[in-house]
């Protein structure tokens, strides 16, 4: 990305009451960041969803110095960023309406990875449950997955750890900026956090870990991966809010049951109960779910002639032939079929036989 349009997305993040799909719609609508703040009050009124408050927040100019400042730090310290709109982009945030504009990391990450898994959960992990974590990664170990968490206390801390000792890459999700440290405890796990993977937050490189920050980072976590998995968690905790995003997203969630009269089972249980989140009993039940066990070489197998297809199903069928297996919610996008629409469509071509419905809410021809 060019300076010029950097420093403009960097504009429109520091722009009060723009938030990320506000930014992101104005962008895809007009063409770029920069002709965002050069575009006439008159055209921006026209854009849906967009009004009178939004483009006077846009024309004031207050906040050039900060994002000058952001600006000269990135450049001086050679900071790297992904653009929403760019390649390197992570694939499954990229389908997120709420993902962040802007990605700023450190380390070595290769976020589009097929198999990525958030494993969250309390702060204060019982053994049961640190016992656990470390048995299914160590189990989930031969597939290679990444595996992703927020570096706090508790159950984000032994995921991150049981990753980098069973040698897998892991991605630590930041509530702050890439200058500071939350907790700053944790400041010995950094460097083995870096060379297994890094760091990702959409944070300018001075915010402090804020309350607020924390629910914000909770849906990268859940977006970025294929299925968020809870191993511990009370009635109300913040992996239960990782959990609802994860589900709004159309992504597998799991949850390790607990006794009932377990304080720390209790958010987990009632996940299940409420049909929130997969049982999750073994670390066998994530291969399945998520479809890993099915070999990716296969026999070639003659396709079925003669199937009658309508316009909409033969779109979806070439789309699938061209790219594979597919989420459910990333076929809606590339095909541009709401969700609930596509649902009933690939019912009607399952029973025709012409597409096949997978775990893990996937599906192929």
């Not at 009993?281 to 396709?303: A, C, F, G, H, Y």
């Amino acid at each position: 990305m060019l300076e010029e349009e950097l420093f403009a997305v960097l504009k429109l993040q520091a722009t009060p009451n723009v938030g990320d799909i506000t930014a992101k719609k104005l962008i895809r609508v007009i063409g770029s960041a920069q002709q965002v703040f050069k575009e006439k009050k008159s055209s921006l009124l026209k854009i849906d969803g967009i009004g009178e408050f939004v483009v006077q927040q846009l024309q004031k100019l207050e906040v050039l110095q900060q994002v000058e400042y952001e600006m000269s730090y990135i450049q001086k310290r050679n900071i790297k960023h992904t653009y929403f709109l760019e390649e390197g982009y992570p694939s499954r945030l990229k389908h997120c309406v709420d993902g962040p504009l802007l990605l700023f990391h450190d380390g070595n990450l290769n976020w589009n990875q097929e198999r990525i898994i958030s494993i969250v959960g309390t702060r204060n992990l019982t053994n049961y449950g640190r016992s656990f974590c470390n048995e299914l990664v160590e189990h989930l170990a031969p597939y290679n997955p990444i595996i992703v968490s927020g570096f706090a206390y508790g159950t984000d801390i032994c995921a991150h750890k049981a990753a980098i000792e069973n040698n897998l890459q892991t991605f630590a999700v930041l509530a702050h900026g890439l200058d500071n440290l939350y907790p700053k405890a944790h400041k010995k796990y950094m460097r083995s956090v870096m060379e297994n993977g890094g760091f990702i937050t959409e944070f300018w490189h001075d915010e402090k870990p804020f309350r607020e920050n924390f629910l914000k980072r909770n849906r990268i976590v859940a977006g970025i991966s294929q299925a968020t998995i809870i191993i511990e968690s009370a009635e109300k905790g913040g992996s239960l809010v990782t959990a609802d995003i994860a589900n709004s997203y159309n992504r597998d969630v799991f949850a390790l049951s607990g006794r009932f009269d377990d304080s720390y089972s209790k958010g987990c249980n009632n996940l299940i109960k409420n049909n929130q989140a997969h049982l999750l009993s073994s670390p066998d039940d994530i291969v399945k779910m998520l479809n890993w066990d099915v070999p990716k070489k296969r026999e070639t197998i003659q396709p079925k002639l003669f199937i009658d297809l309508n316009i909409e199903e033969q779109k979806i069928h070439d789309y699938l032939q061209i790219n594979g297996k597919q989420l459910l919610d990333v076929i809606a996008i590339d095909c541009e079929i709401p969700v609930y629409k596509l649902s009933s469509v690939l019912i009607q071509m399952e029973l025709k036989g012409a597409v096949k419905a997978l775990p893990g809410k996937m599906f192929e021809i």
